[in-house]
T-cell receptor
Framework: GENVEQHPSTLSVQEGDSAVIKCTYS??????FPWYKQELGKRPQLIID?????GEKKDQRIAVTLNKTAKHFSLHITETQPEDSAVYFC?????????FGAGTRLTVKP | EPEVTQTPSHQVTQMGQEVILRCVPI?????FYWYRQILGQKVEFLVS????????KSEIFDDQFSVERPDGSNFTLKIRSTKLEDSAMYFC????????????FGPGTRLLVL
């Protein structure tokens, strides 16, 4: 089955800096790669996603890149703000199931 | 904006008891999912459900688990004989299609097995 690795497990940046979180996946059949933000005690919230026929997608301060050959995908957050502090999960999906990475705890220091 | 809802928000049960967790997916969605998240850990896929049958299940989803769509709106997860290690947050999610579409999560049910 699919195995998703996520790095780093924790990331601390200064407000205004960029943050990058990286994931790798194992199943070449995976074709959908969402990113979720989870605040403490809350549900995972979809923040951006990318499909396998696209290499890059951007939404304001958030961008995701996908390298299908290397089975890598990354989340980039620019101009970070304290409210970006949360746990971020990547995921990879193929048809009926979706497997998550272990999460990255992002702390943005004011 | 429509959201997935779940009840109860918290449930405490004794080991060996049966629990039923309830979810109301987004109304026009066709695919439904249950996930589990043990405190401080990652979200783990349990099962996906479409057209009144299980589409896929993980190794976690053993014989003590079952899912059902008893009517046109509810989607339930039953744990027949709870174990201490079943203590976790259980999230329901739904999506419009199966492949390449966003899954939207409910607020979760925190299950504590004593």
């Amino acid at each position: 089955g699919e195995n998703v690795e996520q790095h780093p497990s924790t990331l601390s940046v200064q407000e205004g800096d960029s943050a990058v979180i990286k994931c790798t996946y194992s199943d070449s059949a995976s074709n959908y790669f969402p990113w979720y933000k989870q605040e403490l005690g809350k549900r995972p919230q979809l923040i951006i996603d990318i499909r396998s026929n696209v290499g890059e997608k951007k939404d304001q301060r958030i961008a995701v890149t996908l390298n299908k050959t290397a089975k890598h995908f990354s989340l980039h957050i620019t101009e970070t703000q304290p409210e970006d502090s949360a746990v971020y999960f990547c995921a990879a999906s193929n048809e009926d199931d979706m497997r998550f990475g272990a999460g990255t705890r992002l702390t943005v220091k004011p | 904006e429509p959201e997935v809802t779940q009840t109860p928000s918290h449930q405490v049960t004794q080991m060996g008891q049966e629990v039923i967790l309830r979810c109301v997916p987004i109304s026009n969605h066709l695919y439904f999912y249950w996930y589990r998240q043990i405190l401080g850990q990652k979200v783990e896929f349990l099962v996906s459900f479409y057209n009144n049958e299980i589409s896929e299940k993980s190794e976690i989803f053993d014989d003590q688990f079952s899912v059902e769509r008893p009517d046109g709106s509810n989607f339930t997860l039953k744990i027949r004989s709870t174990k201490l290690e079943d203590s976790a947050m259980y999230f329901c999610a739904s999506s419009l299609y199966v492949t390449g579409t966003a899954q939207y999560f409910g607020p979760g049910t925190r299950l504590l097995v004593l």
